[in-house]
């Protein structure tokens, strides 16, 4: 309503699919699916558990190959294993799809243990308003963030390492991407009298950092220049961070890369991405993307620029990516490749992009097709790549509040 007016108010002449766009925009905060309602059970059954948990942080393991210190997080790189030619497995070779399970993973853990269990006491908050929420969430985030000791530095120099080649990769950034739900956790229950100020303060400041890294770091450069997923998820990661932090500089160019980059780039004309269908693990990489793809539009979608509705010259848009998908999503039998060579079994689950997608356009099959999916699947390569844990967490964007 308040957009209406506005509009009215300004005697603005826009275009039909920017005013449309504009409000199917402004309605993701009053969604027309009850989703606390929906997971309400699940939710309260995960921040019961996340009310038990002890503070998780990367300090407690020990990384022996990292060249980084105890706060520096360090992982190996998932495709790549010992080579049988030498008895000392280096330098490593590499086996596209197919996760070596003596990685290094416990930082990895960490992040999404902490991200899961956060992201559960925030959607807890939301639903309830209990303030035990609120104070567990800042004890488990002062120990992994804040505590000079224990936290973790605001860089991933040293992640996805690959024995005998490189000590970091730009790769490596992806490992981060399950930080996401913090920042939204915390924007949920910051108002909470048991989430002190300067904690959010803190929060922000490394999450300030973080962004600064990633955005001048040679590392950091480069996976944002990645031609494929990695730079979806980098800037997904920086406009989520950027969005907490106020920096509408990023927003700014996070909204440059969906339309000048990611739709002309990397979509062809039917909706689908040639790179990720290149990979062994077509289908799960093709799921990955477009979640992706899907929250940098929830996330930056305002009145004046609806990512929901960009489309391109040539008919290129989030909605065709949706399309293109959407069938094999609903019966996986249909899909026409090869299956992937890993995880198949354990896809979909309940896919965010179905959520986010089916409020944005209306459109009740992706809806339906949502609450149908299992929202916790317990295949580990499955969990790696879907993020967003607690949707509702998701349903209010900031950037659709402001006013043209």
């Keep these: 309503m308040k957009t209406l007016l506005a509009i009215k108010r300004r005697r603005i002449s826009w275009p039909l699919a920017v005013l449309f766009g504009s409000l199917a925009t402004a309605a993701l905060a009053a969604p027309a699916l009850d989703v606390a309602a929906i997971d309400r059970e699940r939710i309260m059954h995960a921040a019961a558990a996340a009310l038990q948990q002890e503070p998780v942080t990367i300090t407690r393991f020990h990384a022996k190959n990292s060249d980084g210190g105890p706060n520096d997080f360090y992982s190996n790189a998932d495709y790549w ?9 280096l330098p490593s070779i590499e086996r596209d799809g197919q996760t070596n399970p003596n990685n290094f993973n416990a930082h990895r853990q960490a992040i999404r243990q902490l991200g899961d269990a956060v992201a559960a006491l925030g959607a807890a908050y939301k639903i309830t308003g209990d303030d035990r929420f609120a104070k567990k969430a800042d004890e488990l985030l002062r120990v992994f963030f804040l505590d000079e000791k224990t936290r973790m530095n605001p ?3 040293f ?10 990769r730009s790769y490596g950034i992806i490992d981060s991407l399950h930080l996401i739900e913090i920042p939204k ?42 031609a494929n997923n990695h730079a979806v998820a980098f800037w ?23 339309t000048e980059v990611f739709l002309p780039k990397q979509m062809t ?18 799921i990955f993307q477009l979640d992706n793809l899907a929250t940098l539009a929830q996330v930056l979608s305002m009145p004046q620029n609806d990512l929901w509705h960009f489309t391109l010259p040539d008919g290129r848009s989030i909605r065709k990516a949706v399309e293109f998908l959407y069938p094999f999503l609903a019966d996986k039998s249909a899909w026409p490749r090869q299956p992937d060579v890993q995880a198949w079994a354990g896809w979909p689950a309940r896919q965010p992009s179905l959520l986010f997608a089916g409020l944005a356009f209306n459109e009740p099959k992706y ?38």
């Design 155 to 157: 860089s991933l120099q």
């Design 81 to 89: 294993w010992p080579n049988p030619n030498h008895t000392n497995g």
């Design 159 to 168: 992640a996805q390492a690959v024995p005998g080649i490189a000590r970091g």
């Design 185 to 226: 956790a915390v924007e949920a229950m910051q108002k909470s009298p048991a989430f002190p100020a300067a904690d959010v303060a803190g929060l922000k400041k490394w999450f300030a950092d973080y962004i600064e890294w990633l955005t001048t770091s040679k590392n950091g450069v480069t996976e944002g220049n990645a």
């Design 236 to 258: 997904l990661q920086v406009a989520v961070f950027a969005q907490f932090t106020g920096d509408e500089k990023n927003l700014a160019e996070c909204r440059r890369r969906f």
């Design 367 to 404: 809806l339906e097709l949502w609450k149908k999916l299992n929202p916790d699947p317990t295949d580990e390569e499955v969990r790696r790549n879907i993020a967003i844990t607690q949707p509702l967490l998701w349903l209010e964007n900031p950037a659709a509040e402001k006013q043209p």
């Design 269 to 286: 004309n039917d909706g689908s991405f040639p790179r990720e269908l290149a990979r062994t693990k077509p289908y799960g990489y093709s």
